[in-house]
């Protein structure tokens, strides 16, 4: 019985993970963990999961073109031949009439390794096409890319650390950080948990009681919503109040922090005291005092923050003040410190990735604003008419803000074309489908979020039905385009991995195929640590050569203030709750939200605090509207004590279904937010939307919720070997 070293290559918070595929009579049927990885990185129910998707009954497998109206789900089989005549014909036509900028490029996170990499496949294939409109910022950490430059120079980019380094803190502070089920580096979840069996100070900032804080925390600080400004001012109020402020690092290594000192105390009439922040995040101000105290005494600390605290109101403000944090403290840049930036941001290995070349013409509007693009073109302001929108390995529709204006945005575009494997709702909007092959369906080089390895796999097994790989079908389209050369240099999609396996460092290709796995010989690289050891030889590219604490350039560039604030989230008594939509633990975004075995595992809910139910009249199982401007839905409500009263929760990335009265029957996340973003960065804020929930006229309806959310088809194949795997 074969088997192969695979991994998912998914824009999942691991990226890159281990797994041996058991390859059957031409079906994968186990996936499990790739011994060569040893014992620190592993894959998580996600990837041992692989083949539901690969064998779900209702994958694409045929070219489909649309017959009923955009979005009414009504298609037909095509041969390949018609759908990529057609596909290219409509983009041509664009292209001819109003430039190659009214193609919109929605390459999404679909894929993420060397070659099958959605993001950079389309790109090649737009930028030889002429050019396209393209999306800056992204939808998972927009704000913080944007601040980080401010205070760290461009060496932002190197400012993470690799997660052995854990073994090395005495307290890990994860603020907004659910890290046993997001991940961030796959090797993240079992440092963590070999940190608390070791003794160390873990401590989780987060409104939800996670499985974090269940498994790993040995303090839950529960915070409101988007308050963590406010908490983290607080925090060096106490630093600064009781002289435990590493006053000599600070002054080596920081410009800038006076000011923020001032502000702190209160030179604006408001002291950031402990009390003060209390009444905005909901933490007693003793915690508050408590929990500075044991930060300023722990060496060394590292404060790895989540996305999280950035995608909300003001999220531009959480990593400056994550960074004063470890900069006040004298952790920045130490081995088993941080420097409260992303963690994932250091080099991955050298090896050969599918180069994108400058575009000859290109437009760039904020990602969050694409439905706005579309609806209101140069007209609105924007520097574009968009007239096609090209979809690949995204589904655009429901993971970006506000599906009702993504909807209208689709409706209005001359042609839409998606790669897919399942009828997504973005799918649904288009006029041509193509059926991508699956991860398991494809060889490639895996590249991780986090750490100095690099993994491969072969293609495990051929593609099902017509599916192609994304490669082959952008090489047909350009070659009917006239560019098909260009595109492929005259490379198999074999042939790419073979040259990017040469173009790298690893020495022994060989075992790199058989084993899987390549690791670099640093596995302890600490970002920033040069700059951290010795700051007058090895400066910062910061006007001051040091961390930019207050960042005049900011304020010249944006005018905002040069100093982190805080800035309280505007309230609308309409709409007394916040809504959180975080990661589900079983999918990758809104992958596997068609998969019945998933969804059983996560039936879907909103979950709520039962003081916040009982003021509504509401009971566990009832049928509850969820509603704000942007949108409603109706779906079965969950009562917990593991989130905090105020707030209610909404895993995003389950597939929208409109009824007829167009409200959402499935409950997903992006129904409430908005396109607006934040400022001045126009990030996303898709954590702490304002909401109100009322009970639907029939209650009880949902005693028996927890299979509502379930599906009723017959369970796919493989199925009790799968399951049977542990995650994490
Ligand atoms: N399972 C799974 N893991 C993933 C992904 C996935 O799809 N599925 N996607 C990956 C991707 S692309 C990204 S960008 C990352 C994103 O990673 P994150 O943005 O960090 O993930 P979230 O689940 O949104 O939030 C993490 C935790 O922060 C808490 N939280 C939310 N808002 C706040 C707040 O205002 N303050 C505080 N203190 N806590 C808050 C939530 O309750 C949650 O437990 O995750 C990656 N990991
Ligand atoms: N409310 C809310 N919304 C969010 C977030 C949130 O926290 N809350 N998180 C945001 C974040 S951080 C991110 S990164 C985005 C992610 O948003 P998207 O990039 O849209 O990610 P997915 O939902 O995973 O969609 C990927 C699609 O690619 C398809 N796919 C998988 N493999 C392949 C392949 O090999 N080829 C092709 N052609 N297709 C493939 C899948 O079937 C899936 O439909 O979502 C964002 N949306
Ligand atoms: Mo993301």
Not at 100 to 127: D, E, I, K, P, Q
Not at 236 to 252: K, P
Not at 666 to 673: E, L
């Amino acid at each position: 019985m074969p088997s192969v070293p695979v991994f998912c290559g998914k824009d999942c918070g691991g990226n890159a993970c281990p797994l041996i595929a058991t390859v059957e009579d031409g079906r994968v049927t186990c996936i499990a963990h790739n011994p060569a990885a040893g014992r620190y990185l592993r894959g998580c129910w996600r990837g041992y999961n692989l083949p539901l998707e690969t064998y779900a009954p209702d994958r694409i497998l045929r070219p489909l073109v649309r017959t009923g109206s955009r979005g009414s789900g009504r298609f037909r089989e095509a041969s390949w031949d018609e759908a990529l005549d057609l596909t290219a014909r409509k983009l041509a036509e664009v292209r001819a009439r109003y430039g190659a900028t009214a193609v919109m490029n929605r390459g999404g996170t679909g894929t993420t390794s060397a070659l099958h990499a959605s993001g950079a496949l389309l790109s090649r294939f737009l930028a030889l096409f002429g050019g396209y409109t393209r999306l800056t910022g992204g939808y998972s950490n927009a704000a913080a890319a944007f601040i980080l430059p401010y205070l760290l120079g461009d060496d932002w980019s190197v400012s993470g650390w690799d997660a052995s380094t854990m073994q090395f803190a005495q307290m890990i502070i994860l603020w907004g950080a659910n890290v046993l089920e997001t991940r961030q580096g796959a090797e993240v979840p079992q440092r963590l948990l070999q940190a608390r069996k070791r003794g160390a100070q873990i401590v989780v900032i987060d409104p939800r009681r996670t499985n974090t804080v269940k498994r790993a925390a040995t303090w839950w600080i529960p915070c409101r919503l988007g308050t963590d400004a406010a908490l983290m001012l607080a925090v060096l109020y106490v630093l600064i109040s009781e002289n435990l402020v590493d006053r000599a690092f600070v002054e080596a290594h920081s410009s800038g922090f006076d000011q923020l000192e001032q502000y702190v105390l209160g030179n604006d009439g408001q002291a950031k005291s402990p009390q003060w922040a209390e009444g905005i995040c909901g933490v007693p101000a003793e915690e508050i005092a408590r929990f500075a105290r044991a930060y300023s005494a722990a060496k060394p600390a590292m404060l790895l923050p989540g996305f999280s605290i950035q995608r909300v109101f003001a999220g531009e403000e959480p990593f400056r003040l994550t960074i004063a944090l470890q900069v006040a403290t004298g952790n920045f840049g130490k081995r088993g410190g941080s420097t409260g930036s992303m963690n994932n941001l250091l080099p991955s290995p050298r090896v050969g990735r599918l180069p994108v070349p400058q575009a000859p013409n290109l437009a760039e509007v904020p990602a969050v604003r694409w439905p706005d693009v579309i609806l209101q073109g140069r007209a609105g302001g924007y520097v574009v008419d968009i007239h096609a929108v090209y979809n690949l390995g995204a589904n655009s529709l429901n993971q970006g803000a506000d599906i009702r204006k993504a909807m209208a945005a689709l409706a209005k575009v001359d042609f839409v074309v998606s790669h897919e494997l399942f009828m997504t709702p973005t799918a649904r909007w288009s006029d041509v489908i193509l059926p991508a092959a699956s991860s398991l369906e494809k060889e490639d080089i895996g590249i991780p979020w986090l750490g100095n390895y690099l993994l491969y796999k072969p293609q495990a097994v051929p593609p099902l039905g017509q599916a192609r790989s994304d490669y082959d079908i952008l090489w047909d389209l350009a070659t009917r385009l006239g560019f098909g050369q260009d595109f492929s240099q005259g490379r198999s999609a074999a042939e790419w991995v073979q040259h990017f396996i040469e173009q790298s460092e690893i020495t022994d290709p060989e075992a790199f195929r058989r084993t899987g796995i390549y690791w670099a010989p640093e596995q302890e690289r600490v970002g920033l640590a040069q700059f951290a050891a010795d700051p007058a030889r090895f400066p910062l590219r910061t006007p001051s050569g040091k961390v930019e604490i207050a960042s005049e350039a900011y304020q010249r560039a944006t005018g905002f203030p040069a100093i982190p604030t805080w800035q309280a989230p505007p309230q609308d008594g309409r709409y007394p709750l916040c809504l959180i939509t975080p990661k589900s633990p079983y999918r990758t975004h809104s992958q596997g939200s068609n998969i019945a075995e998933i969804r059983k595992r996560a039936a879907h809910a909103l979950e709520m605090h039962p003081q916040d139910a009982a003021s509504r009249g509401i009971s566990d199982g009832d049928r509850v509207c969820l509603y704000n401007d942007q949108g409603e839905a109706i779906i079965a409500v969950r009562l917990t004590e593991d989130i905090i009263p105020g707030v209610v929760c909404l895993p995003e990335g389950v597939w929208v279904d409109l009824d007829d009265q167009g409200r959402d029957r499935a409950g997903s996340a992006n129904m409430f937010t908005s396109t607006e973003g934040t400022r001045p960065g126009i990030a996303c804020v898709m954590h702490g939307v304002a909401v109100e929930v009322r009970r639907e006229p029939t209650p009880g309806l949902c005693r028996s919720l927890w299979h509502i959310a379930g599906d009723t088809r017959p369970p796919t194949e493989p199925t009790a070997r799968q399951l049977a795997r542990p995650h994490i």
